[in-house]
């Protein structure tokens, strides 16, 4: 044997035994908990609410809930920026009433705490999702400011170098969301953790960049909420939805916001972090905003969020500083082939492997796996389902009247992992509802990543979902074979159609017909269906609620209507039970295609390619709003609302906001 044959053996024994040593060392690693063994709830907004309102306070009551909230945050258990920031407007606002113990409990509290990814400690806390970045990025600015000198002990730092530190995240964060949108767009419950760090630094920075720049992106998240408002709550399509706020959006936090925008009376108590905008002083609602919540009339809604996974290279936003890992990981990419590489450099060098969310990693800390292209090689054969995590560019169309709403994210990724993307929602009322999913697991069964995706939330696979003012296709086509961390697939989707929240129901040919007044909606399957009470509901249901279609490849059309259209429901009812509804393909590798016919339309959608009406294709890749109120283009210069006589101007470069 030659010298360079023992090399290439003696190099081969090298790597086998280094990797074994890296394997055993991996396994041994132990997360931090995340949360509390036992469910905590503290009531840090209950406090601030009554101090807001004026009440008198036990001295006793308050030293106890302080400590409740502060020994939470200095366990830091994930979610401690959610009660960090209301003890800062507690701090700010109200340290009058405090006493000088309560204050210096929660300093102390304030002054130890983590605030992001390189300072020293092992925890859980998720400091990267798009909400999580804001809040901990708002927290360190305040609480550096309210201890300007205060040596920080985590990391050694003053208060006046945190807030500088934090200071750039801050504005990093701003600039992105005005350029690119809400990557969580439309989520009734994540946009109430963006509100509040944004009114409170609105309120308490005392830097009129920051202030002028927060009020701004403030605005566009409060058009975002305006204009989606349906009946006095946020309905929509959406990033990142759970199971109780599709089925009762009435009871999301965000609703008090839009009980504000439309002028109506305050839900009390407030027992969220919403309670951070009830009680501001500084930030102002534009005439117009509240004009659009308002307005219940007929609108189409367009709009743009977010950035795909493929565009982020020629961005320039894959790498380690704070810019590109906050739009990386605010999109939630962590193992995709375009992001694992760097994710992995980027938990070397936070050390982020005893993670309690990403324990698994740590078995990728191998110094074989460095070589270029073999991560995303691997991400690519292993297909693992936290790939369906990443929230990527979601074109999206709401269409609505006072009597219905129709919203669809436009071909969002068909046959992707979905994790908690909300693809499609038609509603006659709040709870009036219908929508599909294609369930990660069974009944009963947990989530891969705890609640999602499950068997409400989020999707085992992705559907090609598309709209045309009051018409919705679906197709749902999960892959013959997948990857070996891609888990099951159940062969089976289904439809949430609450029969209660409805005045009648009624079964035709292809599907169910439902009235509430004289709204209607529809819900028709490609292939056999079963109406029934959801299992997992048991007695809890009150009268059937799912509609199962089985089937790896399965169809949905939904299609709403109103008198103020032309129609009856008798009429609506004889007109679908006249339409055509047909699937075709799905086997042998023949690519689905969904055909529906009514009145004398097309809609024809083939599975990850074209979607039109009556031969003509229909545009599913919009700008960043195109609505009656607000017209702008993706990566906008000035953003113009108007609607009824009102106007809000915004030009986040020159630091412009003007409203009457």
Known sequence: MTIFGWLAITAGALIVGGTAVEHARNRSLQPVPG?????????????????????VLSVARTDEQIKEVCSYIDRRYDCSDFRAITLLRILYAYHARLTAGQRERMENCLASFKYWLDEPGDDSMCYWSENHQILFAACEFLAGNWMPHRVFTNDGRTGREH?????????TWLELRWRYGFTEWYSSVYYTEDVAPLVNLIDFAGDPEIEERSAIVLDL?????????????????????????????????????LRELRG????????????????????????????????????????SHGLNLSELRSAGLIGLSDRQIMMQWGMESFTNPETLANTMRAFRRFGMFRQEPFRDLAYLRLTVLRLPGLYRLLSRVLQPQSNGVAIERANTCTYKTSRYLLATAQAYHPGSFGDQHHAWHAALSPTACVFTTHPAVLPGEQGPFGNSPGYWVGSGRLPHSVQHRTVNLTIYHPPRRSGILSGRLPAFTH????????????????????????????????GPFEYRREPAAGDDADGRNEVVQAGRTTGWVCTVSSSADG????????????SRIALSGGRAGAVPVLEFETAGREYRLEFGGEFTVDQAPVPVDYPRSQSPFCAAEREPTVVDVSWEGHTLHLDYGQRVRRFD
């Open 35 to 55: 949360r509390p063994p036992v469910p905590a709830v503290t009531e840090e907004n209950q406090l601030l609410e009554a101090l807001a309102r004026g009440e």
């Open 495 to 526: 439809a949430w159609l609450p029969e209660r929240e409805f005045d009648e129901v009624r079964q035709i040919g292809s599907g169910l017909a439902a009235r509430l007044g004289d709204a209607y909606l529809a819900l028709l399957s490609a």
């Open 163 to 171: 807030a500088a530190r934090a200071r750039k995240r801050i504005l």
């Open 567 to 578: 129609e009856s429901f008798n009429g609506f009812v004889a007109r679908l039970e006249a």
């Open 264 to 303: 109506e009376p305050a839900v009390q108590p407030t027992t969220s972090m919403i309670a951070n905008f009830v009680y501001r002083s500084r930030y102002r609602i534009p005439a117009v905003l509240s004009r659009v919540a308002q307005y219940d009339g007929e609108a189409e809604l367009l709009a």
């Open 221 to 257: 998240l409060l058009f975002d909420i305006a204009s989606q408002g349906f009946h006095g709550v946020l309905i929509s399509s959406s990033g990142r939805l759970y199971e109780h706020q599709k089925k009762r959006p009435d009871a999301a936090s965000i609703v008090p916001v």
